[in-house]
């Protein structure tokens, strides 16, 4: 079955009303469809893709583009993530055992399993073990640009935008020029978004990861035209490997929209 066929004939809950309905439902009229089939919610990736969803939500509307996303959880994790992120609870759904991620056959991550440790304590060794680049090509290398900063990425902190990322005290954006200028990614600007992440996600563990046998999975995107047609697709291979363009990852839009511009 074709990849579009597969999310069409999917039902999950969805995190909104808790029905439980297709995937695509309300994508009828749309110029294009982007599914996103997220990790666990309070991964590292999902947090990081809504917040560049979340920048681009205007140009994705001009674009009459339906967004719909999929993430390892169960509704509450879903309400959790869509309150932090801001991301529409009626576009979000949840799937709690990872089965339409094994049906579309992404990466389960890492999964050696060791004698002795329970599914979930597996789960959390190779997580580990991934996060120090082992059977996760390119993390190593995405962690370091979120400290040194890259000047093919936009700015990410606007100049009176306040972060607060703790332990670190409350920083705006203008506290970055001190390290790098204006205009780009500055070094360490990066890192600090993730650290807002981490804390949010460590304050609210069991809410974002209700069955940490999930942790190592990893997700995918798909861009079809009206018909079902799939235009684009990627299939992260490791953690912070959402996107082949990581510097910025809805760049690909502009390949397939000519009237988006997703920098």
């Known amino acids: 079955m074709k990849t579009y ?19 695509l439902t309300g994508c009828e ?33 001009q ?11 169960d509704r509450a994790s879903g309400q959790q993530f869509c309150t932090y992120t801001g991301f529409p609870a009626d576009f979000l759904f949840v799937d709690e055992t990872a089965a339409l991620h094994r049906e579309l056959g992404l990466y389960e991550g890492l ?5 002795g440790l329970k599914p979930g304590q597996a789960a959390w060794l ?18 370091l640009r979120g400290y040194t900063g890259d000047r093919r990425a936009p ?22 020029n001190i390290v790098g200028g204006s205009g780009f990614q500055r070094p360490i600007e990066l890192a600090t978004l993730r650290l807002r992440n981490m804390t949010e996600v460590l304050s609210h563990w069991s809410t974002y990861v209700p069955n940490a046998a999930y942790l ?4 995918g995107t ?20 959402f996107a082949a363009t990581m510097a910025n990852p809805l760049a690909f839009l502009a390949d397939y929209t000519p009237t988006v511009n997703a920098g």
């Open 5 to 23: 066929e597969i999310l069409a004939h999917t039902q999950r809950q969805r995190v909104s009303d808790g029905e439980t309905v297709s995937l």
């Open 29 to 61: 009229t749309a110029a294009q469809i982007l599914v996103l089939v997220w990790p666990q919610l309070g991964d590292f990736d999902s947090l990081e893709y809504a917040w560049w969803l979340q920048r681009a939500a205007e140009i994705l509307r």
């Open 63 to 73: 674009g009459n583009i339906a967004v719909r996303a999929v993430g390892i959880g």
């Open 111 to 115: 999964s050696l399993k060791p004698p």
């Open 126 to 143: 190779n997580l580990m073990l991934m996060c120090a680049g082992i059977a996760s090509p390119g993390t190593l290398r995405e962690v």
């Open 155 to 176: 700015q990410l902190i606007g100049n009176d935008e306040v972060v607060k990322a703790g332990p670190l005290p409350p920083l705006t954006g203008k506290a970055f």
């Open 216 to 219: 190592t999975q990893r997700g």
């Open 222 to 241: 798909f861009l079809f035209d009206s018909t079902g047609k799939l235009l684009y697709e990627h299939r992260d291979p490791g953690i912070l490997g």
